[in-house]
């Protein structure tokens, strides 16, 4: 079973700033990762995801993650903050094979301040 | 707009009420998730099909709950005998199961939020 850990349930940056959601897994097999953003009143939009080959994986809205498996973390990141970027952030995992659910961690909500 | 859609989007109920909700998922998606999400947390996976067929239903799902697909297109999601815990934004998914080595993408729905009295 896998399961993930995002430490910092409110992250507040000021616009143009550095972004960075921390994202932490667990799992006794391999993994394919996620990053989900959740605007106000909507459903999920997948950010970005890791399933093989480069580790360094970029996504939409200029964010990127990198897979680091000895460190068992995939992070979000993002050069400089815009006000559209404030919203809730998910990390997510799964295995491998086709049948493997996805499971969500808890969330980290982005607040950009102008 | 072809994304997934789902109905109501809210929904106010009182306790020992039945509700029922439903999904449209993306129109060529074979697989169909649902979601329960409650305040400052993820999505909780609750039951998916495959096509017509339910292949799996979390244990957090109680035998109040029931969810069919019945033409492989739509599902519905009923919930029988409400209780205050009940409360939540149940979400659905939808995706294409893709490639060998790759992971499907699934597509969110705007959710029903469910207040039970």
């Known amino acids: 079973a896998q399961s993930v850990t995002q430490l910092d349930s409110q992250v507040p940056v000021f616009e143009e700033a550095p972004v960075e959601l921390r994202c932490n897994y667990s799992?006794?097999?391999?993994?394919?990762l996620f990053w989900y953003v959740q605007y106000p009143n909507q459903g999920l939009q997948l950010l970005l995801k890791?399933?093989?080959?480069?580790?360094l994986v970029k996504g939409i809205n200029g964010f990127e993650a990198e897979f680091k498996k000895s460190e068992t973390s995939f992070h979000l990141t993002k050069p400089s903050a815009h006000m559209s970027d404030a919203a809730e952030y998910f990390c997510?995992?799964?295995?491998?094979?086709?049948?493997?659910?996805?499971?969500f961690g808890p969330g980290t909500s982005l607040s950009v301040i102008p | 707009d072809t994304g997934v859609s789902q109905n109501p989007r809210h929904k106010i109920t009182k306790r020992g009420q039945n509700v029922t909700f439903r999904c449209d998922p993306i129109s060529e998606h074979n697989r169909l998730y649902w979601y329960r999400q409650t305040l400052g947390q993820g999505p909780e996976f609750l039951t998916y099909?495959?096509?017509?067929?339910?292949?799996?239903k979390s244990r957090l799902l109680s035998d109040r709950f029931s969810a069919e697909r019945p033409k492989g297109s739509f599902s519905t999601l009923e919930i029988q005998r409400t209780e205050q815990g009940d409360s939540a934004m149940y979400l659905c998914?939808?995706?294409?199961?893709?490639?060998?080595?790759?992971?499907?993408?699934?597509?969110f729905g705007p959710g029903t939020r469910l207040l039970v009295l």
């Open positions: 997510a995992v799964s295995g491998i094979t086709s049948y493997d659910k996805v499971i």
């Open positions: 099909f495959q096509n017509e067929a339910q292949l799996e």
């Open positions: 890791y399933t093989t080959g480069a580790t």
């Open positions: 998914a939808s995706s294409l199961t893709g490639l060998a080595g790759d992971k499907e993408t699934q597509y």
């Open positions: 799992s006794s097999v391999s993994v394919y």
